[in-house]
């Protein structure tokens, strides 16, 4: 494919960042846009990203300086419709590739406020895409992150997107049925709906990459210089499961597996998130197309991951020691699944399999910067499925002069369980 213009949406985050990156290095003229909000979040949450990362001025400053290229940096909302208008129109991209979501099943389970701000922050921001991609940009490929949470945990095989039903003599290809596990999930679920509409409705193209559980923090672009480094977040609120087991080993803590821990699902390298992304980029669906493409390498079920880095550290005479959680979510523990990810290998994808040796690459850089980790994050779930945030929640009020133009916490996580009758959510502070 020829040099595309893309704008990489949620470019401060951690796989945002990464693609923004890859993308550059390329050859593609990358615009990336962010609000910010998950620094805040961070903030309010009490948590922080293991690795140290810098302000998006600066490190658009030093991949320039590196390489030459340029990322032109924009701070946006993906909530503030004229915002979004303006950027599409102006731009003209080829590709968007859209990361700019509350991405944390637990934090969407906090509380109503917690649930309504991650609903209304990835419907809203998505809708106001779409309507602009309509008016300004009908030809742009969108390229989404969705999840493969979205799919649930049924009894038969997960095909990419959509299967072929028989019923009562008749037959058609239908959506996959799906069943998430959180509010969190949930939005990614009505996310998909609303991008197959407007595909249907107005002829706009989609890529919806269903992506599995990500582990690692190392690319070939962000390794250039510890300035680029991306975020790495380990905490029970937003770190990613093998992320956090690596980070337990490489402390002395256990690893905290939830329940039974016969709980399976798709997981992936970094660096195969930003290749499968470039592959969607450089071959795009046909005008009017939804599509769906699994994206992930490899299943494991939790006790399984926490085997391997137990194995891995054996390898090198560490004990590491493993404790079963009873489990903060509604989830089956124990359960069948597979889940196809064909398409993205036929356009080339070349995985990177979890070995040994990732694993201690992975506790290496940990170790590295062990002096950041507050090992209270990593002993207790501090959010339940069933009542919200425990008093172990560490929330801290958000000042008001930070607060969001369209979804805002109207009050801030406090240290106690949740009432039952939580106050009303204001969206329009
Ligand atoms: P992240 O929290 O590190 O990054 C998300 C970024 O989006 C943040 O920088 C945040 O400030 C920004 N953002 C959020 N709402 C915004 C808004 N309204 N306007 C502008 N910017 C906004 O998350 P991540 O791990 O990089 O995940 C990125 C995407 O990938 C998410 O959509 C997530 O659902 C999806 N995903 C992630 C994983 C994973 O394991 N990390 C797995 C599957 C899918
Ligand atoms: N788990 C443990 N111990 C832990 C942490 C998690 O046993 O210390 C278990 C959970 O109970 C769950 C599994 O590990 O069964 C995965 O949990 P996770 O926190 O790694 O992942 P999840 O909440 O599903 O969310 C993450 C990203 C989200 C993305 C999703 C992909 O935060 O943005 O959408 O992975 S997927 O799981 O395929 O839906």
């Not at 004229?82 to 968007?96: D, G, H, I, M």
């Not at 989609?206 to 070939?220: C, E, I, N």
């Not at 085997?307 to 004990?319: P, S, T």
């Not at 009020?397 to 969001?404: F, R, W, Y």
Request: aromatic fraction near 8%; charge should be neutral.
């Amino acid at each position: 494919m020829e040099r595309a213009r893309v704008v990489v949406l949620g470019v401060d985050g951690y796989l945002g960042w990464a693609t923004a990156l890859h993308l550059s290095a390329a050859g593609h003229d990358v615009i990336g846009i962010d609000s910010l909000v998950r620094r805040r979040w961070d903030r309010e949450c009490g948590t922080r990203s293991l690795l140290p990362i810098r302000s998006m001025p600066e490190r658009v400053k030093l991949w320039q300086r590196l390489t030459g290229r340029r990322i032109e940096w924009r701070h946006m909302d993906m909530c503030d419709a004229r915002a979004v208008t303006e950027l599409v129109s102006e731009v003209q991209p080829q590709a968007l590739v859209h990361f700019a979501e509350q991405r944390s099943a637990p934090f969407s389970m906090i509380d109503l406020p917690h649930a309504a701000l991650t609903q209304v922050n990835n419907l809203v921001g998505t809708l106001n895409l779409l309507f602009a991609l309509r008016d300004h940009a009908p030809n742009a490929h969108l390229i989404k992150l969705g999840t493969m949470g979205e799919y649930g945990t049924p009894n038969i095989d997960i095909e990419e997107g959509f299967i072929v039903i028989t019923h009562n003599g008749r037959q058609d290809r239908l959506p996959f049925p799906m069943q998430p596990g959180s509010f969190y999930h949930l939005s990614k679920l009505h996310d998909s709906h609303n991008i197959q509409f407007a595909c249907r409705i107005w002829g706009l193209r989609a890529t919806d990459l269903h992506q599995g559980v990500v582990y690692g923090s190392r690319t070939d672009e962000v390794v250039m210089h510890p300035g680029l480094a991306t975020r790495f977040d380990y905490d029970a609120i937003w770190g990613t499961v093998l992320n956090r087991f690596c980070i337990q080993a490489a402390v002395g803590l256990p690893l905290t597996v939830y329940g039974k821990g016969g709980q399976t699902r798709g997981f992936l390298d970094i660096r195969d998130t930003v290749a499968c992304v470039r592959l969607a980029l450089e071959n795009p669906a046909s005008q009017g197309e939804y599509r769906v493409f699994n994206q992930f390498t490899e299943q494991f079920s939790v006790k399984n991951l926490a085997d391997k880095v137990r194995q891995a550290r054996a390898a090198h005479g560490l004990k590491t020691s493993i404790v079963h959680l009873p489990n903060p979510r509604v989830e089956r523990e124990e359960h069948y699944y597979n889940a196809k990810h064909q398409k993205l290998l036929d356009l080339g994808l070349q995985p990177h399999y979890l070995g040994e040796t990732l694993i201690e690459s992975i506790v290496a850089t940990v170790e590295k910067h062990a002096a950041r980790v507050d090992p209270v994050e990593l002993e207790q779930p501090n959010v339940d499925w069933r009542h919200g945030g425990t008093p172990g929640w560490s929330g801290v009020p958000t000042p008001a002069s930070e607060t969001q133009p369209v979804a805002v916490l109207s009050r801030a996580p406090k240290r106690r369980r949740p009432s039952p009758a939580p106050d009303p959510v204001r969206l329009d502070a």
